[in-house]
């Protein structure tokens, strides 16, 4: 099976395309995680430092309360930081991703100038 060069490069372009959309959406869900995950972290620390909030310990209600808000305050923490990290490397990605786009602009310049001169 003869592959084409063209084709190859073609495939390549289009995966990186796709990863491209992909990052789009990656970075939606980090930006929601850096608003909604201290959202929810300052609603929980509000609700457990109110003064009223000892009265409602001494049901069952208030032990799970305190387990879900334990919860909330948890998975918020790691939502935020997964958020972060996720983000740094969406913004390395779109240096690279820069990078390739002018050398593939440059290389594609320096052959058609080299084709075209003779």
């Known amino acids: 099976m003869e592959y084409n060069s063209n084709d190859i490069l073609s495939s390549m372009d289009s995966f990186i395309e796709k990863i491209q959309y992909m990052k789009g959406l990656m970075l939606g869900v980090s930006l929601s995680a850096l608003i909604l995950a201290p959202l929810a972290i300052g609603i929980s620390a ?3 430092t109110h003064p009223k909030f000892l009265l409602l310990l001494e049901n069952e209600f208030g032990f799970m309360l305190i387990i879900l808000l334990i919860t ?26 820069y990078n390739y786009l002018k050398k593939r602009e440059d ?9 075209l001169d003779k």
Do not use: A
């Not at 909330?72 to 991703?97: A, C, D, E, H, P």
């Open 46 to 48: 509000y609700l457990i």
């Open 72 to 97: 909330v305050l948890v998975t918020s923490g790691i939502w935020l930081v997964t958020g972060i990290q996720q983000f740094r490397s969406l913004s390395s990605w779109n240096k690279r991703y």
């Open 107 to 115: 290389l594609n310049k320096t052959i058609s100038s080299e084709y």
